[in-house]
């Protein structure tokens, strides 16, 4: 659960970007510090690469002050998706308010897809997380791909159609759907903020509020 310090008027509020080894979950975090909106904002910092590969982690810390006078603070993690790196993942997954699953529309990488979904799930048991109560969001990324190596949409949906989450198309290298994915993590995390810190009746601050005070839009705003 988040970090609520009562005396210092604080919650910290933790995200993770997961997925696949180079699905663009750096990628996604790049555009989201380039993009206006939070009321405060951080640097991004990277640490830890080679070859552009994420060893450790990211992190890009944003905020947001409730009218209640409440410091929110969310800090956006991503992991590191190379197999071999379980260990990291582990650790900063534990005690995410949310995450986002960053997958790869690439054909060939539907094997990876599924087996760092299933990954997720068991480190999120492994770390104590709920995962039937986790705030996520499905990100499918690199649409810009040609559509000859791209799994359709249709097909992505189709598969999808159970699942209770959100699912999200984007290009992190073109910015096209990063905010969006975005503005509905922090949609369904408000909810379980709300339920657990009671945001809208002890701080004043509503999802509408909450969402857009973090920079993300509506997803018919998207588009920049
Ligand atoms: N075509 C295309 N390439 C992308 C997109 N997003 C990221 N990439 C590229 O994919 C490669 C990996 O992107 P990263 O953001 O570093 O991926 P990552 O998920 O952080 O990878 P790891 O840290 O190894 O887990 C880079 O060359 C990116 O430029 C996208 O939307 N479309
Ligand atoms: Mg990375």
């Known amino acids: 659960m988040a970090d609520f310090e009562e005396d210092a008027g604080k919650l910290t509020v933790k995200v993770v970007y997961y997925g696949p080894a180079q699905s663009g979950k750096t990628t996604n975090l790049m555009r989201l510090h380039d993009l206006p909106g939070p009321q405060l904002k951080g640097e ?71 087996e760092s979904f299933d990954n997720l799930m068991g480190n999120a048991a492994r770390v104590g997380l709920d995962f039937a109560r986790l705030p996520l969001v499905i990100q499918f990324n690199k649409r810009d791909l040609p559509e000859s190596s791209l799994v359709p949409e249709d097909t992505i949906r189709a598969d999808w159609r159970q699942a209770p989450w959100p699912l999200v198309f984007a290009s992190a290298l073109l910015g096209s759907g990063v905010r969006e994915t975005f503005a509905n993590l922090l949609a369904v995390l408000y909810r379980s903020l709300d339920a657990d810190f009671a945001l809208a009746e002890r701080h004043g601050l509503d999802s509408a509020a909450f969402v857009a005070g973090l920079g993300g839009v509506s997803p018919a705003a998207e588009g920049e």
């Not at 690469?49 to 060893?55: C, F, S």
């Not at 810390?61 to 993690?77: D, E, H, N």
């Open 44 to 114: 991004i910092m990277t640490l830890e690469t080679r070859n552009d590969r994420t060893l450790f982690f990211d992190l890009l810390p944003m905020g947001l002050r409730a009218p209640s006078g409440l410091m929110i603070k969310l800090r956006l993690f991503t992991v590191p998706g190379q197999v071999a790196h379980d260990g990291t993942r582990k650790a900063i997954l534990s005690r995410a308010d949310g995450v986002v699953f960053v997958a790869d529309s690439h054909r060939n990488q539907t094997t990876n897809n599924a």
